[in-house]
């Protein structure tokens, strides 16, 4: 195992995309090492001051006798023989932090001495764990893909040619509910706190109360209150029961940071939302006492938060000289696109514009072939890199991409100097998970008519 003493950015992967693990490094804004043997790197897990990486091969070598799975949202892994459940990173694990998946089938491709890629599967819920020497952990796969790139999907339906009698007791004891240590199975009782308030909208504490002595009256409900405390991001109180965490940026993309408190008699939650609330720490002031402080966001990453579910308004004339320069900023956030998304389609098509091929990183744009409907569609395989202008026809039905990757553009068009784009091929990504989806670019096209017909007459 590896310790590295730096901060993982938790935000620049797309699951189902594929990364080498200097790609990984690359994106998580890391030291790329030059060489992986040798280094942290070279390990199962990777630690980090904030996260921990699990870089899993699920078919393993003949001397290798433990076991990692996908069943469903599930995933088992199994620590290396050496590791209890007392070991510093299986505590790290168990208590829940921010531990990401990173997969691949098998070690190299086949016939040849190169590294295959891993898949990014995503974040994963504190584990249920048995047994030591190795530790079996049950995890939920909180990114878990309905429709998943077929790189991901060969993750999920891999299977082992064969199991042991000791990993099959323990997947037997964890799939029952609880584990040796009474540790629940799926997730920790705090995540139940959780479910009441997205059932129940913006319910008060009694209210809680009130909704899982219905649905789970087995639980002990004397800790109401601190679990409730535990997942909400603006109560200072949550410092005494995530002793392991020393980060309170709800920023960070924390996974406990679930519920925001409404102020009142009585006080209610719902679930934080960013955009709506915005962000926060947590700081210890001269007295000693944690208190709430709003987490200062530069220009830029005001705007890009805005921009997500902002209308296309045109600002007041008395907004003048401030909000002429916010709204520049708010237009070309949004035009751009989430940075952590637009990073990520600008390296799967090497800074190129896939139909002009231009390469001024300032004007290209990460284009959603689909219409974004939220994180689920942050994806590169429904996405193009365009040139602004290139955008713009695209996002009117004015410019579209047919079955066969070529480029088509509306009538009103001929004799504009886009005609030269007429029947060219875009330049794809190398790897084939982030090309784009058929379904998606047909899905434009019908969208694409449809605008054309009502808007333009054609």
């Known amino acids: 195992m590896g310790k590295i003493a730096s901060y993982f ?43 921990v990486l699990l ?19 599930e995933f088992f892994w199994e620590s290396q023989n050496r590791q209890t459940q007392n070991s510093s990173t299986i505590k790290r694990i168990a208590a829940g932090g921010n531990t990401l998946l990173f997969a691949r089938l098998r070690g190299k491709y086949k016939r040849s001495s190169k590294a295959l890629p891993f898949v990014y599967c995503g974040r994963l819920g504190a584990p249920a764990m048995e047994g030591s020497k190795p530790v079996t952990c049950l995890f939920e796969a909180l990114d878990y893909q309905d429709d998943p790139a077929p790189a991901l999907e060969a993750v999920y339906n891999w299977r082992p040619g064969s199991s042991t009698d000791i990993f099959e007791s323990r997947k037997s004891v964890l799939k029952g509910g609880k584990s040796s240590t009474g540790r629940q199975a799926k997730r920790a009782k705090y995540w139940r706190v959780a479910d009441a308030v997205a059932a129940l909208g ?20 004397s800790d109401l209150r601190e679990n409730l405390a535990h997942l909400t991001v603006n109560a200072p109180s949550r410092v005494h029961y995530d002793r392991r965490r020393t980060d309170w940026r709800s920023s960070l993309g924390h996974e406990r940071d679930r ?19 915005g962000y926060f720490d947590l700081k210890r002031s001269e007295d000693g006492k944690w208190r709430v402080v709003d987490l200062a966001l530069s220009e830029i990453e005001a705007a890009v938060l805005e921009a997500e579910g902002m209308e296309e308004d045109v600002p007041e004339e008395s907004d003048a000289d401030h909000d002429a320069r916010i709204w520049a900023l708010r237009a070309v956030a949004k035009r751009q696109g989430q940075p952590a998304f637009r ?37 590169v395989s429904n996405a193009l890199l365009l040139r602004s202008d290139i955008h713009t026809l695209f996002d ?11 480029v088509r553009i509306s009538p009103t068009l001929r004799g504009s100097e886009y005609e030269i784009y007429e029947g060219t091929t875009i330049a794809l990504p190398a790897s084939a ?26």
């Open 55 to 73: 870089l899993v091969t699920l078919e393993k070598t003949a001397d290798v006798n433990y076991l990692d799975v996908f069943d469903g949202r």
């Open 396 to 406: 009117l039905g004015l410019l579209w991409v047919d079955e066969d990757l070529a």
């Open 202 to 221: 913006r319910p008060s504490l009694v209210e809680v109360d009130t909704w899982l002595a219905e649905n789970h009256p087995e639980d002990d409900r």
């Open 9 to 51: 950015a938790l935000d620049g992967f797309e699951v189902g995309a594929e990364y080498s693990r200097q790609l990984i490094a690359e994106f998580g804004g890391v030291p790329v090492p030059a060489e992986v043997y040798g280094t942290p790197w070279a390990d199962g897990i990777v630690e980090f001051e904030n996260a």
């Open 433 to 458: 998970s982030e090309r784009p989806l058929g379904k998606n670019l047909a899905h434009h096209v019908e969208m694409a008519l449809s605008r054309r017909r009502s808007e333009w007459g054609e």
């Open 259 to 277: 519920l925001f408190q409404i102020d009142g008699r009585p006080a209610r939650y719902e679930l934080y939302q960013p955009k709506t609330h």
């Open 343 to 379: 990073r990520r389609v600008l390296a799967a098509y090497s800074e190129t514009c896939c139909v002009t091929g231009s390469n001024a990183r300032h004007v290209l744009e990460a284009a959603h072939i689909r219409p974004y409907k939220g994180e689920h569609t942050n994806t």
